[in-house]
């Protein structure tokens, strides 16, 4: 079984390296390693060549962001598995994915995740995903991608990742395969990465966009069926019995779920 990871980067001369050992240092070694640079100038450049042997394919060109950068990788992939780990985040143990394969072999999975090593400046935590994972549950459990071995054959199905998110489109899409399809995951109890977070998704600055981008994917799937738009209308009712009474609030609570409630494929 090939496993494709991508490794999408921007002026990241002082982290790919770790990065890219991580990679190397695997006791897999059935791997398709591709590098999508959206045209970096501080030296990032000169590392990669240093490893351009073990590279299956390489670009340096300006790009649209994160997820355009993450698509052109899908897209240059032959792997039957998935896997994106940027620069600054590193795989936490040289057999990770032997692990992660061996688990892909023994069941006919779509997708497998594990926990994440969160690297603070300061501090580290362990996060630990719901073994239990479901519609449900993943509607506030966000999984980060460092943690997800996907199927490719998941991206011909649902699409691309959605590049008009900045930040949260791989949230997007782990519920996209998980609300409109029926598909198989196995949840494997140990860590999978380190994942840095003096990212993007972690900057002070984008806080605000993320949590817009979040709100927004709430709302597209929490009303995908009727049972979960019947669920919103009661707790509407019972946190405000007049709702009924009261025209303009209702209406916006009409227009909420007409506005989020998106056809999907």
Same mark, same amino acid.
């Given at each position: ?147 997800? $071995?996907?199927? +490719?054959? *998941?991206?011909? %199905? ?8 900045? &930040?949260? =489109?791989?949230? #997007? $899409?782990?519920? +996209?395969? *998980?609300?409109? %399809? ?8 140990? &860590?999978? =990465?380190?994942? #840095? ?69």
């Amino acid at each position: 079984m090939k496993i494709s990871v991508i490794t999408v980067c921007y002026n990241e001369a002082a982290t790919i390296e770790k990065t890219l050992e991580s990679i190397f240092n695997q006791t897999y070694q059935n791997i398709e390693f591709i590098v999508i640079d959206g045209g970096s100038t501080d030296g990032t450049l000169d590392i990669i060549e240093k490893y351009k042997d073990k590279i299956a394919y390489f670009v340096s060109e300006p790009d649209e962001g994160i997820y355009n950068a993450m698509n052109k990788g899908i897209k240059a992939s032959s792997g039957e598995v998935l896997y994106f780990l940027n620069a600054n985040d590193t795989l936490y143990s040289d057999d990770v994915l032997e692990t992660v394969v061996s688990v892909f072999e023994k069941g006919n999975y779509d997708f497998v995740y594990g926990n994440i090593n969160l690297l603070y400046p300061e501090k580290n935590k362990i996060k630990k995903h719901n073994k239990d994972i479901n519609y449900y549950t993943l509607l506030s459990l966000q999984i980060c991608h460092q943690a997800i $071995f996907y199927k +490719k054959s *998941l991206f011909d %199905r649902f699409g691309l990742y959605d590049e008009n998110f900045f &930040i949260a =489109a791989d949230h #997007d $899409f782990n519920m +996209k395969i *998980l609300t409109n %399809r029926k598909t198989k995951n196995f949840y494997l109890n140990t &860590i999978i =990465a380190r994942f #840095d977070q003096t990212g993007i998704s972690s900057d002070k600055k984008y806080k605000k966009i993320l949590k817009i981008e979040n709100s927004l994917i709430f709302y597209k799937y929490a009303f995908s069926t009727p049972l979960l738009k019947i669920n919103y209308y009661l707790k509407c009712f019972f946190a405000d019995p007049l709702i009924l009474f009261k025209p303009q609030k209702l209406y916006q609570h009409i227009n909420r779920l007409y506005y989020y409630t998106m056809p999907l494929n």
